[in-house]
């Protein structure tokens, strides 16, 4: 079955960076949509970015679009978030989720989940 495993977090200054990643196994990653979501605390969890089954074409929540960048790369299995000019309010639990079908940002349309990782932005 597939087996999402997300590393990279940790806590970094406002206007740093960090790069997620998220390792895949358990099936064919090409077969699969992909996205990051995050949850602060006391808040629904939040759609961040996806990317399609190939990795041409990507989409951004607007509170992320040019600070992040989402990308794949199937010949690791692995899905990787780019985030710079981190602002405290990027601080969650960031997950990667894999689906079937492209441009949901609805975090029920996604069926497999990693267990998070914690990003937290301070001084």
């Known amino acids: 079955q597939v087996q999402l495993v997300e590393s990279g977090g940790g806590l970094v200054q406002p206007g740093g960076s960090l790069r997620l990643s998220c390792a895949f196994s358990g099936g064919a990653f090409g077969d699969y949509v992909m996205a990051w979501f995050r949850q602060a605390p006391g808040k629904e969890r939040e759609f961040v970015a996806t990317?399609?089954?190939?990795?041409?074409?990507?989409a951004y929540s607007d509170s992320v679009k040019g600070r992040f960048t989402i990308s794949r790369d199937n010949g690791d299995n692995a899905l990787y978030l780019q985030m710079t000019y981190l602002k405290p309010e990027d601080t969650a639990v960031y997950y990667c989720?894999?689906?079937?079908?492209?441009?949901?940002?609805?975090?029920?349309?996604?069926?497999?989940w990693g267990q998070g990782t914690q990003v937290t932005v301070s001084s």
């Open positions: 989720a894999a689906g079937s079908y492209y441009g949901t940002r609805r975090f029920q349309d996604y069926p497999y």
């Open positions: 990317v399609n089954w190939i990795g041409f074409v990507t």
